[in-house]
């Protein structure tokens, strides 16, 4: 007898349903299949994208959230998903138009979550949900004292009257600001002397007492601008007490500073203490022991270095003894959480082109001040972007690949096994073809190893020849790992036919702290010599079409397209810079946070001592050599890379009649935040390669 497949089957069931609908019947067995096709911008963005919001107190039921883009609308609706870590049941928590956000889930399975600036409640198993909170007030960042009897959120406060209506309000339709300051503009804004401040109040049953700002008419920021959030204040275990992050500097000081420090406000006296008294550079993400015996943060130690190396200090708060419990460790943290045991911590960072788990156990005796050992307990091609909690022995992770958007995971740290917990997205990628990932490993032009991730379009055929493309990553001191991003999408731009080659060059995280601090003040140099190292080694394969290069890369990636672009010798037949730093005069001049400047070039522009950053490694300088097509997107609002650079670099292309093409986006910042936007942002770059690649 001859054996039937599953492929025979299905055929012959798609065979009877045609024959049946031909016949005006109707097939009650229908089975079709079809072949995965590549990934587009439309499959992208059809993705649901998954945040891990929290663990019921018995550990046992994830919340998370699932935010769904519609096209029509231009909007992202948020709701909140329950799922049992034992059986998998669970389904949609909430469905409140807007995004919901988790506060706390209380021990009888109440969950406390934030909707439109006001509270809600609702139990994991039973009954509606209840608003708690009403009237004008929007919260914002809220954490319950551990007693209950106290809340503590964000506001907005007016503090300086930098706006024309706040300064001369008999004059109400005039529109001007007035600085005397730098920190004028930050990120997407200009300052209109609002500070983010936190508010204590009484909390009973939705009734919120009169609020007490901690920063009383002070300009100083907490939640830190423009990004810090709830992890910025904490409680103390005894509900007395309340923990912030600040950077208690104000305008010119501000903008060329880093340091931060934890601050300790009394409830009972209001008076205030700084923690981290004498530590000079960032110092967030404060977390107490489960006992309460011991505060954790994160911290650096260099003023003005925001890329500096990340470690976790401890506290002991019987002895007053502080401890670095990673200075020995050749690596930088990402974040972490105490074990439920309080004797061990577990954290993230990036490794060798992933970001993993690592684990430390705890000293039992901080008083002889030995550095505990630090392993790291998971390995694999994906990056762990989160540690949601600990339940029992397993962690609960978010987990991404290239391949592959954010999903919740569970690690058991007996076996060092993943497995799956949320598969939001996994009916999807059913449909979606694969790419190959490979690594690579190059020998640089000093000698030194340098790893690439190369990412191969869907039925890769080594017979044949492909476009390759250089991908250069921004910040520059940001790890290459295995993200996933919803524009600079690795899979998405392979799957259009094209091999992508992403090294992970001078400045990178994951390859020890000199490798990532090699970069600093030598932007155009070693790390742009890894550049072309990466696109000469991969060009070397038969299957290259060595013809058909580009280079594409955003912020310092932009940077390094311009700089490619007046000393690549013909390597490359197109470019495409995203918000790059193409004259860093000028740049100097308008970005917002020259902390950074002042680091990554040696300073300012007129100290003859940073010349080389101004001279050699400035773009503009090479502008006789420009002679390749190029596409230049820029953001309207973005002041880290001003608008400036894009228009100049734009206008040099177009004046040396080189093929070139301007995509402004008016309202947008360093980033695509919006939808439609960002379809016309991939269209536009998958246009421009079809025409010159």
């Known amino acids: 007898m001859k054996k039937l497949t599953i492929f025979t089957l299905a055929i012959m069931a798609c065979n009877l349903s045609n024959a049946q609908e031909s016949k005006g019947g109707k097939s009650s067995f229908k089975m079709v299949t079809e072949t995965p096709q590549p990934i587009n911008p439309s499959t992208l963005w059809d993705l649901g994208r998954v945040s891990a919001e929290g663990l019921s107190s018995d550990g046992k039921t994830l919340l998370y959230g699932v935010s769904n883009y519609n096209l029509e609308s231009n909007t992202s609706e948020k709701n909140l998903y329950t799922i049992s870590l034992a059986n998998g049941a669970g389904g949609q928590f909430t469905d409140q138009k807007g995004g919901e956000a988790v506060v706390q889930i209380e021990q009888n399975g109440d969950v406390i979550y934030l909707s439109k600036g006001h509270l809600w409640k609702k139990n994991l198993t039973k009954g509606e949900a209840t608003q708690l909170t009403s009237g004008e007030m929007a919260l914002e960042n809220v954490k319950f004292s551990p007693?209950?009897?106290?809340?503590l959120f964000s506001q907005s406060v007016l503090i300086k009257k930098y706006h024309s209506t706040d300064k001369y309000p008999e004059l109400p339709k005039s529109d001007a600001y007035i600085?005397?300051?730098?920190?004028?503009?930050?990120?997407?804004?200009?300052?209109?002397?609002k500070f983010n401040h936190p508010f204590v109040a009484s909390y009973s049953n939705g009734k919120i007492g009169d609020p007490v700002d901690l920063l009383k008419d002070q300009p100083y920021y907490s939640p830190q601008a423009p990004f810090g959030g709830a992890e910025d204040f904490i409680w103390s275990p005894d509900s007395k007490a309340i923990l912030y992050v600040c950077k208690k500097k104000f305008g010119t000081d501000y903008a060329v500073s880093t340091n931060t420090d934890i601050y300790r406000y009394e409830l009972s006296s209001g008076t205030t203490t700084n923690l981290t008294e004498g530590m000079n550079g960032y110092d967030v993400a404060?977390?107490?022991?489960?006992?309460?015996?011991?505060?954790?943060?994160l911290s650096m130690k260099t003023d003005g270095y925001e890329s500096d190396k990340n470690d976790i200090i401890l506290f002991d708060k019987s002895s007053s003894i502080r401890l670095n419990l990673?200075?020995?460790?050749?690596?930088?943290?990402?974040?972490?959480?105490?074990?439920?045991?309080?004797?061990?911590?577990?954290?993230?960072?990036?490794?060798?082109?992933?970001?993993?788990?690592?684990?430390?156990?705890?000293?039992?005796?901080?008083?002889?001040?030995?550095?505990?050992?630090?392993?790291?307990?998971?390995?694999g091609d994906f990056d762990i972007t989160g540690?949601?909690?600990?339940?029992?022995?397993?962690?609960?992770?978010?987990?991404?690949?290239?391949?592959?958007?954010?999903?919740?995971?569970?690690?058991?740290?007996k076996n060092k096994s993943l497995t799956a917990v949320t598969n939001v997205n996994d009916d999807k990628y059913a449909a979606i073809a694969e790419n190959k990932i490979e690594r690579r490993i190059t020998k640089a032009s000093d000698g030194a190893d340098l790893f690439s991730w190369v990412i191969y379009p869907p039925n890769f055929d080594p017979a044949k020849k492909y476009p390759t493309i250089l991908y250069c990553e921004g910040g520059p001191q940001s790890a290459l790992t295995q993200f996933y991003s919803f524009r600079w999408n690795l899979q998405l731009i392979a799957s259009q036919g094209y091999i992508v080659i992403a090294?992970?060059?001078?400045?990178?995280?994951?390859?020890?702290?000199?490798?990532?601090?090699?970069?600093?003040?030598?932007?155009?140099?070693?790390?742009?010599?890894?550049?072309?190292?990466?696109?000469?080694?991969?060009?070397?394969?038969?299957?290259?079409?060595?013809?058909?290069?580009?280079?594409i890369g955003a912020s310092y990636g932009g940077y390094s397209v311009y700089q490619l672009a007046g000393v690549h010798q013909n390597r490359f037949k197109t470019f495409i810079a995203h918000n790059g730093l193409f004259d860093m005069r000028s740049w100097y001049g308008t970005t917002e946070e020259l902390f950074f400047a002042n680091h990554e070039l040696g300073g300012a522009y007129w100290d003859s001592k940073n010349e080389k950053s101004y001279t050699q490694f400035n773009p503009i300088e090479k502008a006789n050599n420009w002679h390749t097509p190029i596409l230049i997107f820029q953001g309207g609002k973005d002041y880290r890379?001003?608008?400036?650079?894009?228009?100049?670099?734009?206008?040099?292309?177009?004046?040396?009649?080189?093929?070139?093409?301007?995509?402004?986006?008016?309202?947008?910042?360093?980033?695509?935040?919006?939808?439609?936007?960002?379809?016309?942002?991939?269209?536009?770059?998958?246009?421009?390669?079809?025409?010159?690649?």
Not at 389 to 405: E, M, N, P
Not at 514 to 519: D, Q, S, T
């Open 503 to 551: 090294p992970n060059r001078r400045g990178m995280p994951g390859w020890g702290v000199k490798w990532n601090e090699a970069i600093s003040q030598d932007w155009g140099g070693q790390p742009i010599r890894d550049y072309l190292s990466a696109i000469d080694d991969i060009s070397k394969e038969t299957y290259v079409d060595t013809a058909r290069r580009a280079a």
């Open 179 to 193: 600085y005397d300051n730098l920190d004028y503009r930050h990120w997407d804004t200009f300052n209109d002397g």
């Open 326 to 379: 990673t200075a020995h460790w050749d690596g930088t943290v990402n974040s972490f959480i105490w074990s439920n045991d309080n004797r061990k911590i577990y954290f993230t960072a990036a490794t060798k082109g992933t970001v993993q788990l690592f684990e430390l156990e705890v000293p039992s005796n901080i008083k002889s001040k030995s550095l505990p050992k630090i392993q790291q307990i998971s390995t």
């Open 641 to 693: 890379v001003p608008i400036g650079q894009g228009l100049a670099a734009f206008q040099l292309a177009q004046l040396k009649k080189i093929k070139s093409r301007l995509v402004y986006l008016p309202d947008e910042n360093h980033w695509v935040l919006s939808g439609h936007n960002a379809q016309v942002w991939q269209r536009e770059f998958f246009t421009w390669l079809k025409e010159t690649l």
């Open 147 to 151: 007693d209950g009897t106290h809340i």
């Open 387 to 413: 540690i949601v909690g600990q339940t029992g022995d397993k962690l609960i992770v978010t987990l991404t690949k290239f391949t592959r958007a954010t999903e919740v995971f569970s690690f058991d740290l």
């Open 286 to 297: 404060p977390s107490y022991s489960p006992d309460g015996k011991s505060l954790t943060w």
